[in-house]
């Protein structure tokens, strides 16, 4: 696992350690997520999840897992701080709503789609019987002809 | 305001008073979106961000963004309940895909309608070619009745 932003064996503590002015273990459960570089991804997180809610959410998945729902967490936690009414919500309803207008622009384009197949269709078929009104005519031109 | 599942004077705690074992103040910050009647609202969003977080966000907001700011909360932490991983990112995401999809059909369909567009004029220009061949040729035939 990548411990980014960690010095193994150094009393350099990650970003949540530094946070909560606290000891940064061996085998600290935030380390490998929260560089120390990186102070504001905790700083988020704690403010909106609580660091002992985080520290029990990555407990209780498996390792592989953990770095996906540090990146969801901190995606939802910056959402949380821009819009505290909101937070990630406000996007979900935005998304659906470009959702439905794509919809409905989509509904329109194939339907018109529809109305021009069916036009070039009745279009072709009085071609069709103005070809056959045309060759009438050449008959009728040969026969004058002949 | 609303305090619905709450009796003003009585003794019956909300949600959020009942779960944290506590004694429901008349002005209790969470009893007017936390009915005890729905117990598990509170339970999410404690489990989630932490009551102490949640009435720091609350007290943050004037009261009239309360109410929205509960429901995503609620609307969140079930996300995250659901799937511990990615949370309501993970509906952000799907709805991001689903949009990238509705994009291309939209894009193919008005390419579509494009294509037929000009389709549709060559084939009246041919047409008009043709009329006027056809009215040529019946020049030609009302000479000859002549």
Redesign the interface.
Known sequence: MKESGRKHGALSPCAACKLLRRRCAQDCVFAPYFPADEPQKFASVH????A??VNK?LQ??PEH?RR??V???V??ANA?VRD?????????SS??Q??NS??T??AV??A??VH??M??FT?SSN?GA?DMA?NQ??M??SL?SC
């Open positions: 403010k909106v999840f609580g002992s809610n959410m209780e998945l897992q996906d729902a990146s969801s967490m995606y939802e949380r505290p009414v909101y937070g990630c919500v406000g996007a979900i998304l659906q470009q959702i794509l919809q622009q989509l384009a194939q018109e789609v021009m197949r036009r070039e279009s071609t103005m045309v005519d050449n009728g031109e004058w």
